[in-house]
């Protein structure tokens, strides 16, 4: 059977102060009235059931991601003792699907993307799942790129694999510089590595064994079924041991037999502010703004006020973003600068735990 | 007798969104522990007593001038029904003056500059007062200049006058370009025009007598002592009648025996942002803050929160001011635009009547 797995841990750091610990990315509304996480579940659920459905998440986002994913049956929002990247949390995941069903074939959706085509966003999620089962392959979703980016992950792509639509992977690459980005995009072979997998349970799990051990290791100890408080206690033992690896590099990069989907589903990992300018509405001057503000002889400007009002003036290129307790201002280019400040801020005292 | 004249009108727009309608620039405590119409009234105190001081404000400003002023005896503080410039003001308060002591002598104090040496202020000050006195002349205090600023009017000084360390005033010279300013710093012979006024009120009604009509027309109709209904009256008439100019256009270019005290005395005029950069101590960047807030990488920026913490990465020489409703975000060199943005924001009904 088929089932979803939400990773709704982590918090966004680089779009602070919109997104805070206490309000992390994946609770925000960045478009229409849905959080990020909520529009994940809708968007996968005419493909798999709620009740099939399993999200990850912080152990201390626990309680905010049940309001948030109230159809979700209590039981499967587990809630991670430790951040630990995303291998040992999509490990326990498939574990878990696993233990119950033996045919289980799982699609790892992160909670806090936009995708604007949903309709093909599960076009190419169908594929991938009857890929995935017919021919064992662990797939991803490679995103057809528009610009060079230099903050994603790259797929090079290959021949055709088995189900028609779908093809080899040649090899990942790391973010490549803005040279080599352009080269891609023209190259037409390269795709943006989404974090968006899909396999069979088994099939992970076997590639987990070959490339690490620590966490197959530690999956042994986790028996009980979630819900349980014999769970909570394995878990709380498995987080501690595992390591802090993502599933890119610890499996992706390693394991046999990946494949992509090539798609345009009108993604975007709004990983900083300058995605905003890509997702929200420019005002035809390249500037755009939520909340109330006042932008004059202004060009190319991220405006975001939560509360209050914002007057940009004469600037050009920068982010301004105004919350409760914050006010951020950055050129678009220093934006990932962002976690420097947040580290400071923490330091000083100035702000909590966000 | 010796008199001060405190005008009190006016928000200073150009420190938006830090002073407002509703929290002139008058009142704020931009140095020490006190508002800036206080340390005006505190400063000329041990030349000029309380009780011989009138203090003029805008009528929806009084009870809070009031508060702020409370030695000043009550019906010496005078609400303007209008705003209208310096001239009409300085006219009421000389014919006050005169009223009731036909040798009084004044001094027009601006209430929102800041003037960092006090004694050497007091010097000048009394050393006007003898000029004004003894030879009948209307006297300016003139400050040297220290950089080419092209914000103020300068005074070119002439000859020596009556008095020992006055000289002569040539000519009034209105706001000029960079390049003018820097010629007239270099010179040595022209002073910034500080607002600040000494002279026999009846010397200074003659002259408005002979240069604006006028506002000695519509003062025939104010034969009132201040504090009584009838004074409200009349001034209530007196306002709607004379015209909105300044005593600098309307009488100081014009008229005779004009002389100046050159001094140095700290003035700054804290007309719009990049003044704080001035007054407050920087951070070794040439960045100046008051406030919670985190500067990272950051050059010649000025940086204000009253409010929560500002955040500001990788910018340079701009400002950002934070209060309890508004974030202002412009370059130092576009500070004067400020007034734009507060009318735009007034029309859209984003901020309130300041």
């Known amino acids: 059977m088929r089932y979803a797995v939400i990773l709704a841990g982590g918090w966004g750091e680089r779009l602070w102060p919109m997104s805070t610990r206490e309000r992390p990315k994946q609770l925000l509304k960045l478009i229409g009235r849905s959080s990020l996480v909520s529009e994940t579940l809708t968007r996968i659920a005419p493909l798999v059931s709620v009740d ?18 109230e159809p979700v049956p209590t039981e499967r929002i587990i809630g ?16 878990v699907l696993l233990a119950a069903d033996p045919d289980a074939a799982m699609v790892v959706l992160p909670a806090d993307h936009v995708i604007l085509d949903a309709d093909a966003f599960r076009r190419a999620i169908s594929l991938a799942f009857e890929e995935a089962e017919s021919e064992g392959a662990l797939v991803t979703l490679g995103i ?41 995009v023209l190259d ?16 992970f799990l076997e590639e987990i064994g070959r490339h690490l051990a620590p ?30 690896i993502s599933v ?5 990069e390693k394991a046999d037999h990946v494949t992509v989907v090539p798609c345009e589903i009108g993604w975007d990992d709004v ?9 929200w509405e420019e005002d035809g001057d390249g500037n755009v703004a939520e909340g109330r503000s006042v932008i004059v002889d202004s060009e190319g400007c991220v405006v975001y006020s939560e509360e209050g009002v914002v007057a940009v003036i004469g600037m ?37 735990g966000g």
Chains 1, 2 share one sequence.
């Open 52 to 69: 099939d459905t399993l999200v990850l998440t912080g152990a201390s986002l626990r309680e905010k991601i049940l309001e948030e994913l």
């Open 80 to 95: 991670e003792p430790v951040g630990k990247s995303t291998a040992p949390a999509i490990a326990l995941a498939a574990s």
């Open 144 to 184: 057809r790129p528009t610009r060079p980016e230099t903050e994603y992950g790259y797929i090079k792509a290959g021949g055709p694999a088995g189900v028609d639509g779908v093809r080899q992977v040649d090899r990942f690459v790391e973010k490549p510089d803005r040279e080599t980005a352009a080269r891609y």
């Open 188 to 203: 037409g072979g390269y795709y943006w590595n989404s974090g968006i997998f899909i396999w069979r349970a088994d099939r």
């Open 215 to 244: 966490v197959a290791e530690a999956l042994a100890g986790v028996t009980e079924v979630p819900g349980t408080v014999g769970f909570e206690a394995e878990i709380e033992e498995y987080y501690e041991t595992v390591p802090d």
């Open 248 to 252: 890119d590099y610890a499996v992706m």
């Open 271 to 279: 990983g900083a502010w300058p995605a905003l300018a890509r997702i």
């Open 316 to 352: 050009r290129d920068v982010v301004v973003a105004r919350t409760d307790g914050v006010t951020l201002v950055c050129p678009k280019d220093r934006a990932r600068d962002v976690r420097t400040v947040v580290a400071e801020l923490r330091k000083k005292g100035l702000i909590g």
